[in-house]
């Protein structure tokens, strides 16, 4: 069993910056991708941004050159830096782990709030 548990949301202006974290217990491999995904009102949720455990990234175009994906392996913990926010942006923002032959586990996920 694995158990997500992000922090760092909140609200700020547009163009400024924001860090979540997200903190992993259980059972961590190295195979395993951990990752952002976020979900706006109405939308179906979408990917942010994932790593690999070593350091492998991949991210959504809309973020790219605005928000950094980092990973501690040896803490579990992934964090996500985003700057130059802007209002759509605004979205309730989960944590994923996958991993070969094991089930996706997701955490309860943190809003991020981006006034124009």
């Known amino acids: 069993q694995v158990r997500l548990v992000e922090s760092g949301g909140g609200l700020v202006q547009a163009g400024g910056s924001l860090r979540l974290s997200c903190s992993a217990s259980?059972?961590?491999?190295?195979?395993?991708?951990m990752g952002w995904y976020r979900q706006a009102p109405g939308k179906q949720r979408e990917l942010v941004a994932t790593?690999?455990?070593?350091?492998?990234?991949n991210y959504a175009e809309v973020v790219k050159g605005r928000f950094t994906i980092s990973r501690d392996s040896a803490k579990n913990t992934v964090n996500l830096q985003m700057n130059s926010l802007k209002p759509e942006d605004t979205a309730v923002y989960y944590c994923?782990?996958?991993?070969?032959?094991?089930?996706?586990?997701w955490g309860q996920g943190t809003q991020v709030t981006v006034s124009s």
């Open positions: 790593i690999t455990s070593g350091g492998s990234t």
């Open positions: 994923k782990l996958v991993g070969p032959w094991r089930p996706t586990y």
């Open positions: 259980g059972s961590i491999f190295s195979t395993d991708v």
